[in-house]
Structures are given as structure tokens and as C-alpha cells.
């Protein structure tokens, strides 16, 4: 079964040269998990995945920009599957990335709409689907949903064993935070192994108190009535979104090309760049010093490609 490619990889963790503020610096490759330039969507997918093999859903439908990592993910794994794949795009967010051009290799089924009627069109997608005697799954954009959380509390338990392992403790955990799957995994496997990590997820685009509603939604729905948690423990830091979504300034491609030169490690300016940018700047402003910080790159390679212009123009190259 395909999905044993990737089924119990466990991402390496190395030490980087950054050490900002006296502190040690360390990455969990999640970008490197072996299937379609990993990253957390490939993470997530698997269990999707499972869930349809086991439930013989015969094609698949989710929804996601012209960037979207989820969708390019999807999309690999249902053309590896011979499984028709359909996704719902919204037209205002419709550049030629290599995330796209990827989805057309793959053979998945685009279909464009404005953004409010997304809903609708995967509902009529859905509906018509079945009407024909397909058998469809749906999954929500980014991977969002218990099964997308369960993948995060797994790398948590990656994390814990190689703290086990190397006799060493992280103080700090941070990452990107987009639909706050990763970070409500996270979060779980910090709550179920009992530790007191600060997880800092470093927003990419929403703000409080949205974001963090909905990573506190997402804890709940995985812990069901397990143990309690308090919402503001969830540190959602919105500081560096700027005007949202995929919009980055000089300060997150000069973060890129520092990690690209002195880690050789790529980072993108939707996602990685912005969180690594963010990191440093939090723990600048908060004055932390001698601490164990794990950053965790959750992957994006593509959109490292379709930064290539940005970086390499005026004054940083
Ligand atoms: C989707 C994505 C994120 C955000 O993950 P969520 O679980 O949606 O918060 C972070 N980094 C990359 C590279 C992504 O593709």
C-alpha cells in the first residue's frame, strides 16, 4: 500500500549555527518527510489517506489556492492511487506557482470559482459526484480536521523520544500557524505526555481572536472530554502577519537567504520564512537567552521556488 512509503519516517532533528541571544538553535525537518517534498500537508495526508483506503472512497475533493501545499500533496498522493482528485479554487488567489503546475502533472481536476461560492461548489461537487456512483471523501483545506491533529501529536512524540534519546530538553517550540492544525497537534501531544514546552506558533495570516479560537476549537475536538485546557495557554502570535496571507517584506527575504547561506536549509516567505522571521524577532523583543529552541520546517519547498525572483534581486544578492 502506497501509504507505507511515508508511514513511520521519523524526521531528523539537527542543531543549526544561528544562536541568537546565547541561545541553541535546532530544526525538525518535517520538509524532508519522502513523498512530494514532504512538509506537514504529507504528514496530515497520510492519515486522510488511510482513512479512505480503509473507508473505499474511490476519489477525493478538497479545496486550496494556487499555492496551496495540501492541494499539491493531495493531488500526488490520488494520481499515485490512480483516484480522481477535484479542487475547489478560489480565482482571486490564482498565480502560476509550481504548487499549480504540479496539481496539472498530477492530473487533478481545478475547479476555479470566486472565493464565497467555494462552499457551495464543493457541496454541488460532492453532491454530483454521488449522484454519478462515486464514492467521494472530502477533506477540508489544509488538512484541517482530528486526522490532520493526530499527525502533530505524533511529531510530538518524535520530539520526546529524541529528547530521550540525545538527553536534552527543548524549552521552545516554534513553527508556522495557518489553519492551527499543527499547532492544536502540538499542543495535544504536549497535554497527553504531561511536559511544559512553550509552543509558539507564529501566524501566517490570521489574527486573534480568530486564530486562536480556532486552535483551541481544534484542541477540544481531538482531547474530546480527555483533559481541559486553557485558552490562554495557546500562544497565537499574530504580530507577524503583515497585510496577510502570502505577503512577506525585506525582512523575511533577508531571514530566507541568511538560512538558505549559512544552514542551507530553504525556507519560503508564505510560511517558514515568515515563522523563522518571527521566532528571532519574538525572542529578540522577549530578551530570551540560554534556551533550547526547535524550530519546526514544515515543509513548502515549492514556494521556496517561486521566491527565487525576490531573493536573488537588488540588494540581497
Ligand atoms: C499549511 C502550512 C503551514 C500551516 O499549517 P497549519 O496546520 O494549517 O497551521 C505551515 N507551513 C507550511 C509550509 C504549510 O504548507
Excluded at 517550540?173 to 489553519?179: E, K, L, N
Excluded at 497537534?185 to 490570521?206: E, P, T, Y
Excluded at 515568515?274 to 519547498?301: E, P
Aim: glycine share 8%; aromatic share 12%.
Amino acid at each position: 500500500m502506497m501509504i507505507g512509503l511515508f508511514n513511520n519516517y521519523i524526521t531528523p532533528i539537527c542543531k543549526l549555527t544561528e544562536n541568537l541571544n546565547d541561545n541553541t538553535f535546532f530544526i525538525k525537518r518535517d520538509d524532508l518527510i519522502p513523498f512530494s517534498f514532504g512538509g506537514n500537508k504529507t504528514r496530515k495526508a497520510r492519515y486522510f489517506f488511510q482513512k479512505i483506503i480503509d473507508n473505499n472512497n474511490d476519489c477525493v475533493v478538497t479545496y486550496g489556492s494556487s499555492s496551496s501545499n495540501h492541494c499539491r500533496v493531495i493531488a500526488n498522493i490520488a494520481a499515485k492511487e490512480k483516484m480522481p482528485c477535484y479542487i475547489i479554487s478560489p480565482i482571486e488567489n490564482n498565480q502560476e506557482t509550481f504548487n499549480k503546475k504540479l496539481m496539472r502533472l498530477y492530473r487533478a481536476k481545478i475547479i476555479n470559482c470566486p472565493i464565497n461560492e467555494v462552499k457551495k461548489i464543493m457541496d454541488k461537487t460532492m453532491n454530483n459526484l454521488k449522484q454519478k456512483g462515486y464514492k467521494p471523501y472530502f477533506i477540508q483545506g489544509g488538512g484541517h480536521g482530528s486526522l490532520g491533529t493526530r499527525a502533530y501529536v505524533d511529531a510530538y512524540r518524535e520530539i520526546k523520544n529524541y529528547e530521550i534519546e540525545n538527553n536534552i530538553r527543548f524549552d521552545y517550540i516554534f513553527h508556522a500557524s495557518g489553519t492551527g492544525t499543527t499547532q492544536a497537534g502540538l499542543v495535544c501531544g504536549k497535554i497527553l505526555n504531561n511536559d511544559n514546552k512553550k509552543i509558539i506558533g507564529i501566524s501566517i495570516a490570521r489574527k486573534n481572536p480568530h486564530g486562536k479560537n480556532v486552535v483551541f476549537g481544534s484542541i477540544n475536538n481531538y482531547m474530546k472530554s480527555k483533559k481541559k485546557i486553557d485558552i490562554n495557554e495557546i500562544n497565537f502570535i499574530d504580530d507577524y502577519v503583515l497585510e496577510g496571507y502570502s505577503k512577506f517584506n525585506s525582512k523575511i527575504i533577508k531571514t530566507i537567504k541568511d538560512v538558505l547561506t549559512e544552514e542551507g536549509i530553504p525556507l519560503d516567505a508564505t510560511y517558514t520564512g515568515k515563522a523563522f522571521w518571527g521566532m528571532k524577532d519574538y525572542i529578540w523583543k522577549k530578551q530570551i537567552t540560554g534556551k533550547n529552541i526547535l524550530f519546526i520546517h514544515t515543509g513548502g519547498t515549492p514556494l521556496f521556488f517561486d521566491n527565487l525572483e525576490e531573493l536573488f534581486n537588488g540588494q540581497f544578492y
